[in-house]
């Protein structure tokens, strides 16, 4: 082969790689997306059942529950304007409390209680998830209206 | 009084600055020698003053000035004093002034290094940093100044997040930003080789050693980051995606496809406008990395607590300094003319494959952490892209790019039979595929899935084809041969590294164990052939914390190996909890416990952790980075340089060389 013809070989062995790769990142990324639900809208019905999300807010007071000697805890979180009962078993981040911002990651089950498989609480008792800080400003607007 | 001269000083070096960015570019352009001698006080000058700055800095905090604000929001008197200084980097202002810091030292560096240049280069150089430093400065002088006063002052300081009161924050901060910043030194060299509008070999040989000096501390702040999250706030995972870590990994992929790109220009004179583009998009990405963990639109440790205005001002920075590159590099890249072509097997089609997959890695973590921006900023409702995605699609280039990696080293430059190749590779690959075999049925008696099988296969290939020619050497005992010059042993270890890396990562995330564990005092958890024996928890007291202190017995085969003692903090002025898990670190293996939560009746929630070869994910790391060290000090550069210089006062010797 002269130089010139490897040189377009080899082009186009890039050029169908990228194809390639380009299609299965694009793939995975469509599967991989994790949406972000506030309480209202899980009430709304607008969260799906069949996969997981993410939803957030506050854990209202005094809804901690956990029977002595479990890993397994319940909590409810609130956008003020509706709740959700979650459930989450394992080590809890160390910023988790009552009246804090919380985001949770699972699914939501038929009798509509969320199922927690990943909890985050930001390392800062200041911070609000920004996500979490919306989705209040949304039920407050939606109240005053 | 005194934080006002460090104010005064960070104006006083703005004023230098302008004119290290006026003089040196207008007198390179018009040929005024004299203005171009300004390029190397100015910058000695800038550095001064911004050093000035920041002493002036530390030195509010040693003495728990709290009357500065930064310094009340970061710092409290009860701290121990190393943290009083790792705290000036702390905050926001403070992490802006040590990035200043290190752009002027590095103009310094490239100042003082650079003799040898020529002096129009040199000016040029100079003159595209100071634009950098004009940039930043006027940022930390307009949205962020450290120096500003909290009047009344408070009786006492808001403390350091305790999450950062740690050894590996001292020091991670500034290894991370000498490698981010210092790309944009051969940001710097690209602009000079675009305005002047030529570029040679000889360029690349100039900027080769920078951009190394670099990234090899891009990948040892990086490493030290993923070692910090692991046992300060990861519960042991040691990389999460997070958007600020995929910020600082996204112009080390781009640095290390440019490391390689250089190599190419400067053996062969070719891949000229590509290695150009590919060194603004590195430093873009530097400066896309700030922005993310600037401007507050991500939510992450690193995100320090901000306004809109600064986000909006790095965006312009951002705009103005890529913004402005790309277009001369439109105007100007094709008078960058190739010095030939190359053939399909050759050192250089490797090189190009090599530069094209990283790049393809660089657009996969893009993606992946601006997608949720982008839809959120269009209003089109809140995403993330998790792990899963980057795990997954990662692994598209990367795999077949380790896979290159070892055959490309063994390719010679400008052309070779294909044949010759696969000889040449064939006893490493059986080598390579025999020692992953041993690892599996061996030491790890089985796979969890094929991928185990892949990553084991591929990691010893990487390890056996780049210690291949090494090795061969040293066993045939042929001493005539020219030994191996330093850049060839950087180029061996740096491929070693990755290898160490990839075995690393596979053996971790395949056999690796953590479980969850309700325990009571006496319970026992056996893991992974270790016994656990939770003895109960007491109370402790730190310096400035109050902590519980769990007791843990790990025995194998009833043999007592260590006793491990997790801690729960309560940093007594933020009163924020904090777990201080306890690790019991090894070559082999990790062992790692931390307790969770009180669940009452003296029972804790407890993670424990079995991590198998988990230290040669940074190990491979530093390999990698001391392989770096080794090419930047290869005898060529420098060499190179003092040639030039005698090249330029006595012109008749320069064919000698």
Known sequence: MTPRRQRMVLIGLVVAGVAVSAALALQAFRENVLFFFSPSEVAAGEAPIERGFRIGGMVVDGSVERETGSLTVSFVVT?????????????????????????????????????????????????????????????????AR | MIPELGQFALILALGLSLIQVALPLAGATVGRADWMAYARPMAAGQFVFIAAAFAILARSFLSDDFSVSFVAAHSNSALPWAYKLAAVWGGHEGSL???????????????????????????????????????????TLLTSNPFDRALPP????????????DPALVIHPPILYAGYVGLSVPFAFAIAALLSGSLDKRWARWTRPWTIAAWLFLTIGIALGSWWAYYELGWGGWWFWDPVENASFMPWLAGTALIHSLAVTERRGIFKSWTVLLAIAAFSLSLLGTFLVRSGVLISVHAFASDPERGMFILLLLSTISGGA?????????????????????????????????????????LGTLYPLFLDALGLGTVS???????????????????LLGAGMHASWLTMQGNALLQKLAPAAVVALLGALALLLLVF??????????????????????????????????????PLSRAQWGMTLA????????????????????????????????????????????EVEGVNYDAYEGEFAVRRDGRLMTVLAPQKRIYRVQTSPMTEAAIDPGLSRDLFVALGD????????????????????????????????????DRRYWLARREVRSAAGVPQTAESA
């Open chain 2, 495 to 538: 491929h070693l590294g990755v290898g160490l890396f990839i075995l690393g990562v596979t053996v971790t995330s395949s056999y690796g164990i953590e479980s969850d564990n309700a325990m009571q005092p006496g319970d026992m958890v056996e893991i992974a052939g270790y016994e656990f024996e939770f003895r109960g928890t007491r």
């Open chain 2, 598 to 633: 009180p669940l009452g009746g003296g029972a804790w929630s407890v993670r424990i952790q079995y991590k198998p070869m988990l230290r040669f994910i940074w190990l491979g790391a530093l390999v990698m980075a001391f392989g770096g060290l080794l090419a930047a000090s």
């Open chain 2, 445 to 482: 008696r089985g796979a969890e899935s094929a991928m185990t099988a892949i990553g084991l296969i591929v990691g010893s290939w990487v390890v056996v084809t780049a210690l291949w020619d090494p090795l061969r050497r040293g066993f045939s005992g042929d001493r005539s041969r020219i």
């Open chain 2, 154 to 165: 408070p009786a006492d300081g808001n403390d350091l997040n305790p999450l950062l009161q």
């Open chain 2, 97 to 139: 002034l040590l990035w200043l810091l290190i752009l002027a030292a590095w103009t310094l560096a490239v100042a003082f290094g650079s003799r040898s240049l020529p002096d129009v280069y040199a000016a040029r150089v100079i003159g595209v940093l100071g634009i950098v430093t004009v940039g930043m400065l006027l940022f």
């Open chain 2, 385 to 403: 892209v998790g792990p899963p995605y980057f795990n997954s699609v990662f692994l598209i280039p990367m795999l077949p790019l380790a896979v």
């Open chain 2, 326 to 366: 790309l277009l001369l590099y439109a105007i100007r890249a094709k008078r960058l003319e190739a010095e030939g072509g190359f053939r399909l097997v050759s050192r250089e089609a490797f090189l190009l494959l090599n530069n094209i997959l990283l790049i393809v890695a660089t657009g996969v973590v893009l």
């Open chain 1, 79 to 143: 956008d003020f304007a509706h709740s959700i009962p979650v459930s989450y078993t394992g080590v809890l981040p160390d910023l988790f409390g009552e009246g804090q911002g919380v985001v949770a990651r699972g699914y939501l089950n038929a009798d509509g209680s969320f199922t927690a498989e990943e909890v985050l609480a930001k390392h800062d008792e200041n911070y609000m998830p920004p996500e979490v800080a919306e989705a209040l400003e949304r039920a407050r607007s939606a109240e």
